[in-house]
């Protein structure tokens, strides 16, 4: 009975317990997921931004030099829609945060930069954040920190993955489900009733 309550098959996820340990990283890892968009909803709010909003400024702030940051880029590092990601720049870009240039090397392509208004934000947010940021992860040595950032940048891409993945499930026992009420719709006993009545009818 409790290996079909098994929330996990890989050995690695697995001890003595069962999934006892993977139960209590993931409550432990919502419960500091819940305090980060807490700090998230705390910081977008004192520069007046939604949390989106300031993420993507954070995002094209702190991007390479030497990699211009497009929508496309920018989707892809804050694992958003594009479609999403293009209406909160043109809000940006509205309220004068954010500003469009031709690409350097594409002209087909778009490179989004913080306007000055935009770092005098980010400039004024930073002295609030700090703080903040030093208490959420103040446990961590800064081996420990470096471990944690390469694994979670593993898990964000897995975590892309199994949403996709748990989509395509959902998708095919629904598709399970609609045939096998189909052939219970269809059965012989049924069409054969069926056959009799309108033969009844016809006479």
Do not use: C
């Amino acid at each position: 009975m409790l290996d079909a309550l098994l929330t996990a098959s890989k050995p690695e996820l697995l001890d003595k317990d069962g999934d006892q340990t993977l139960r209590g990283l993931l409550y432990d890892y919502f419960a500091f997921g819940r305090s980060l968009e807490a700090a998230r909803a705390k910081f977008a709010g004192y520069v007046d931004l939604s949390p989106t909003q300031y993420l993507i400024l954070i995002a094209i702030t702190h991007s390479k030099l030497d990699e211009p940051m497009g929508i496309n880029q920018l989707a892809a590092r804050l694992h958003l829609s594009g479609a999403f990601i293009t209406n909160e720049v043109n809000k940006l870009v509205s309220d004068g945060l954010i500003a469009k240039s031709e690409h350097p090397s594409d002209g087909r392509r778009v490179q989004l930069s913080v306007t000055d208004e935009g770092i005098s934000r980010l400039t004024r947010l930073a002295a609030f954040q700090r703080p903040i940021n030093d208490a959420l992860f103040e446990t961590l040595t800064r081996e420990e920190f470096k471990v944690l950032s390469k694994l979670l940048s593993r898990l964000a891409a897995n975590g892309d993955r199994a949403v996709k993945m748990a989509e395509h499930i959902e998708a095919s026992i629904a598709l399970e489900q609609h045939r096998d009420a189909a052939s219970a719709n269809s059965k012989p006993g049924q069409r054969q009733k069926q056959g009799s009545g309108s033969r009844r009818t016809k006479r």
